[in-house]
């Protein structure tokens, strides 16, 4: 039996057969997402729990159903229309928007998630229907364990949580931040096989420093300047305890926090609860297994690279610790590893003689490292530091539009013949290069991955070359399902590079030889179980694992046996 909600639990019946014992009928079982089948409702349910009257005559089936909202999606004229149809949808018939979205996941993600989940984030207060997750703020922090008390679900194991203070390349968005972890849980359940029942999204507004959004009169959230230092700190706590208190075997997903405060929080509660943070972490594994495999495709090992990460927030901070790592497991030592990687700021390349934020410490470089490069003043530059590095890769995580320009991308391929050029940045309108221009530039023998989809560049003579995408969301619902399915206490180090190395070994089996670094979205579901799989057996590994339902050799058997996906169970009075 499991008891998911005081609402209703799922069972297997004398026979094995899995049903839903409900606690309530007639129109609230229309209202609850949860519950609501629609045309699906059968004749006997209709009358056994009250809906006689209440629905159309026709009964119809979950596949009917999906093909009559995907037609009324495509209707929509608009990307953010769409989106806005897709989330009416899920507080509707919640079961019905994943069979929808799981029946149609390539055309559908660029939706729920970057790019068009950026607009939604702008507009998040004019679009505003209904209510969704848990938000607490300085009117109700004091009351948090209340709050968390109020939900709707009893047994939450995944919880995405957003300050709004960094979200993708657009950064404030107070309280429209939301829209972020719901679109990140979308994509736990449809790709990475989470319940919908076991999430939560979480809204911590600690303010806004956006005077245009306090004085919208539109504006949902709370209209005061961010909360900082020992007073952020201290609302975090107070999340973190209230959280931990009624869902004790969760999973928190830190998500879209400043770099002034990621590296913080993440050291501050990940061993008082089991967390990571999606932007430092699985931003960090996913460019290490493209990374990887791009290595893979030249004939080259990743520790003979000289690596440029070009931004140094959150995501390119994570990047880099990732790298580091990444060259460290290819055999070299910390101080070898740090001598082949160069990080940029919006200053220049990281220089030990000027002040910086302690997580970028680790990268600066000393002026004796530089000395020979032709620089005309100040810290080097981009073009400075491609060409006085040596760099063979580049990665984009600035946030900043056409900052990888001709001159650049000719740099590199003065450099290696196959340069590797990864403009990761989210949304689209962040992305510091076009593919198209970049094969250009590099006379198309350069190696493409970007954060958000783009199309593959065709060339003049007629050779297509693939454009692979460098989706977090090929690291952090595996990583979050198999932390989950391991009742893991931490989500270790080892656990995130279990994962990417897990991506990079399905992208290699499967499509290296095609060229990609990156598999299709269409794979997402068995990348997802791939990566889980490999996450449980670490979380073994590393002592973390506490469930006695699986093993490391079973764990793939296990993942697949426990990945939900969307089914009406009949229903049985509770």
Request: negative net charge; aromatic residues 8%; charged residues 20%.
């Amino acid at each position: 039996m499991a008891r998911l909600s005081r609402f209703f639990e799922t069972f297997r019946d004398a026979s094995g057969e899995m049903k839903m014992k409900v606690f309530t009928d007639g129109h609230a079982l229309l209202r609850f997402a949860a519950t609501n089948k629609g045309l699906a409702f059968t004749d006997e349910e209709r009358v056994d729990f009250r809906l006689d009257g209440l629905l159309p005559p026709q009964v119809t089936t979950l596949e009917a159903q999906v093909d009559r909202v995907r037609a009324a999606y495509l209707r929509e004229p608009t990307p953010i229309a769409r989106y806005q149809y897709l989330r009416s949808l899920q507080e509707r018939n919640e079961l019905l928007f994943y069979a929808l979205i799981q029946a149609h996941l390539v055309e559908m993600l660029p939706i729920i998630y970057t790019p068009t989940v950026g607009e939604a984030v702008q507009k998040f207060s004019a679009l505003f229907q209904n209510a969704r997750g848990l938000s607490l703020s300085p009117l109700n922090i004091d009351r948090a364990a209340q709050a968390v008390g109020n939900g709707f679900y009893d047994d939450v194991r995944m919880i995405v949580a957003t300050d709004s203070s960094a979200i993708l390349g657009i950064g404030d968005q107070g309280y429209g931040g939301l829209a972020i972890p719901i679109g990140k849980l979308s994509l736990y359940t449809a790709g990475g096989g989470v319940s919908p029942y076991r999430t939560l999204p979480v809204g911590l507004d600690v303010g806004t420093d956006r005077a245009d959004l306090r004085e919208n009169p539109e504006y949902v959230g709370v209209r005061q300047p961010r909360l900082k230092g020992e007073a952020y700190l201290d609302f975090m706590d107070k999340f973190v305890a209230a959280i931990k208190a009624r869902y004790p075997r969760t999973i928190l997903q830190w998500e879209d926090l400043s770099k002034d405060t990621a590296f913080t929080v993440l050291a501050r509660y990940r061993t008082k609860i089991a967390s990571f943070n999606d932007d430092v972490q699985g931003t960090g594994a996913v460019a290490l297994a493209g990374v990887i495999n791009a290595c893979k495709l030249r004939g080259e090992r990743l520790r003979d690279q000289r690596i440029i990460v070009y931004g140094a927030g959150a995501g390119g901070g994570g990047v880099s610790m990732a790298i580091h790592e990444g060259l460290m497991r290819d055999g070299l030592s910390s101080a070898e590893a740090l001598d082949r990687l160069f990080v940029l700021d919006s200053k220049g390349l990281l220089m030990a003689s000027r002040d910086m934020e302690d997580y970028k410490r680790i990268f600066a470089k000393s002026d004796a490292a530089i000395s020979g490069w032709q620089v005309a003043g100040g810290a080097p530059n981009l073009e400075e530091t491609i060409v006085g590095s040596g760099a063979t890769i580049l990665l984009g995580l600035s946030g900043q539009p056409g900052s990888f320009t001709e001159a650049h991308a000719r740099a590199m391929a003065q450099n290696t013949s196959r340069p590797v050029i990864f403009p990761l940045s989210n949304p689209t309108a962040s992305c510091e290069a076009t593919p198209e221009d970049l094969v250009k530039w590099t006379d198309g023998m350069g190696i493409i991955a970007t954060g958000s989809p783009f199309p593959p560049v065709t060339l003049s003579t007629g050779a297509v070359v693939p454009v692979g995408q460098g989706n977090n969301a090929f690291i952090f619902p595996g990583l979050g399902f198999g932390a989950i399915l391991a009742n893991a206490t931490q989500v270790t180090d080892a656990m995130v590079m279990a994962a990417s190395i897990a991506l990079a070994d399905y992208t290699e089996q499967k499509h290296l030889a095609a060229g990609l670094v990156y598999p299709p979205i269409g794979e997402l579901q068995e990348v997802s179980i791939k990566v889980a799989a490999a996450v449980i057996a670490q979380a073994f590994a590393d002592g973390v694992a506490t469930t006695e339902k699986l093993s490391p050799e079973t764990a793939e058997e296990y993942v697949r046996t426990h990945f939900w996906r969307p089914r009406y169970l009949p229903f049985v009075r509770g």
